[in-house]
């Protein structure tokens, strides 16, 4: 057998289903190297800054990881801005989704919420809500939001910053997206870390 006989969906029998869960098991364990991949054409993005947006991503990882950030936070943080392409006005929500799965729900809510949070740097200049992120004010995670933005993500356009390549963090993403999807030892939700330790590897 090398497809499936179905047209469609509901047509399909156990033969059928048998046979396409070891392929899409085999398809989503190379969810890592896609997003590796994904990741390297945010050098094509928009332009405009000092620094294209892979190596924007590449120094938000890299500020998290010298500030001793857990691989939870250092992986969000190299993939917060995924979806710049793709999804140029909601990028936050679409990394948040690709990450909800294999990281604790306070990066994921973090990653799905930094786009408002960034609004209190330039939302005034552009017509925009600054204090967008008030909407939030009382959330567990808001204090780590805020801290994010303010640490990795608004301070990550410095084009002399030394940054870590991309191939430093792949072992990290591969890491991350072998975990379980949605295991509850990994999402762990309500639990917080923080985002810096002392002591971290330059």
């Keep these: 057998m090398d497809q499936v006989k179905f047209t469609a969906m509901k047509d399909g029998d156990k033969e059928d289903y048998d046979f396409l869960h070891p ?30 947006r892979l ?23 190299l993939l917060h801005d995924i979806g710049d392409i793709f999804a140029p006005y909601n990028h936050d929500e679409y990394a948040a989704t690709i990450l909800k799965p294999f990281v604790r729900e306070q990066c994921t809510w973090v990653v799905e919420k930094h786009g408002d949070f960034q609004m209190l740097y330039y939302g005034h200049h552009v017509g925009g809500n600054q204090h967008k992120r008030d909407a939030y004010q009382g ?35 591969h890491e991350v997206f072998a975990r379980t999807p949605y295991d509850p030892k990994v999402t762990r939700p309500g639990q917080r870390e923080p985002l810096t330790r002392p002591s971290q590897p330059a």
């Design 55 to 77: 190596e924007h991503s590449t120094q938000s990882a890299t500020r998290a990881y010298r500030d001793g950030a857990d691989i939870d936070w250092v992986v969000s943080a």
């Design 139 to 173: 959330h567990p995670y808001f204090d780590d939001c805020a801290e994010f933005c303010e640490r990795w993500d608004q301070s990550s356009f410095d084009p002399d910053y030394d940054s870590k390549p991309i191939e430093f963090f792949a072992p990290m993403v």
């Design 23 to 52: 392929l899409e098991v085999e398809y989503a364990s190379g969810t890592a190297d896609r997003l590796l991949k994904a990741l390297v054409t945010l050098d094509e993005s928009m332009s405009g800054y000092q620094v294209t």
